[in-house]
């Protein structure tokens, strides 16, 4: 049982509270875009153009953006406007932040600034789709899990090295591009996390389904928060889902009550060993966790040693085919991997049951 002392979420937190977290998704669907954003407009000292729009998320609606400057589609992020006084200054954050990392499986930030009233981040425009659709239509096999994760890793790493968090890591923040490459999405939650140094209240801020338990407590945030991601990131590409259906981990751990994680290796004929990159990565007392995503990584460079049943070779980067035929890239050239070309990722049958995220 992964259980910590989970007074702090207790104290704060309540049913309607997570109720409420629940459905965030949903309510934010409804949220009223800026009346400003108008497609066919042009802004930037007329170097852009806004196209259409491509989603709704929690805290900003992205569209296409022309750079006329450049002749490139951009993907354009433009923020909510109820969320505070401060919507302008959280946005250069998560700008600044994003402006530090350069990387392969890190989305590349090109431009912030403001439209109109509305701050806005310009990034690459990526096609493909998000993990989060792959796994709603099936699981990934052992080794397909393992590379999709190792390529995570390798974002996460590099941006912890240079002082930034993600503290939102999910499927749906994971994109597998047309043209093969895995990409970390989406630092605004750790952006946010920046301005309690300025004087910002604590609160609650993620996706419920795969917050640590110290984000339920309003508890000190650093790399390990997001290994803590990581390990349910691998346990759901493994499964299917995650590992307590009907409730979510972070907070069961944090409010004392706990859960089990299921040990995957009887299930999928994995050595042990997985189980306890998984256990770990979910402890609920961050010093039990892996303490950097290298130790992680090694962790979970030992499973691949171990098992012959995942077809491991040796090289430096990573082929495998997603469900669409299109390839997975992943660049885990700083790693120590041992694995060949992959075959069609998928696998399994399982359907994902997760739950509203």
Known sequence: MNTFDGSGAQAKLDASTTVAFALGRSRTARRRVPSELRVGSIFGDERYELLDVIGI?????????????LDRKLAGKFMLPDQGDRVAEIAQLEGKA????SHPNVITIHDVGMYGNTPFLLMELLEGRPLADVLACHRLSPRRAI?????????LEHAHRRGVLHLDLKPGNVHVTHDGMVKLLDFGVGSRHL????????SIVGTPCY????QWNFGPLDPRTDIWALGLLLYECLSGHLPCEGQHPGFASSSGRGFA??????????PSSMDSVIQRALSADPTLRQQTIGEFVMMLDMVQLQ????DIGGCESHLARISDGSELK?????WYLRSTALERLGGGDRPRTSGAC
């Open 57 to 69: 998320g929690g805290t900003s609606v992205v569209h296409e953006v022309y750079d006329r400057v």
């Open 98 to 101: 994003m402006a530090r990392l």
């Open 147 to 155: 590379d999709v994760v190792l390529a995570v890793a390798a974002g």
């Open 195 to 202: 301005t309690l140094a300025n004087g910002d209240e604590p």
């Open 211 to 214: 917050m640590a338990p110290e």
């Open 261 to 270: 994680v299921p040990a995957l290796s009887s299930l999928l004929c994995l």
């Open 307 to 310: 098992s012959s049943d995942l």
């Open 330 to 334: 992943i660049d885990c050239s700083q």
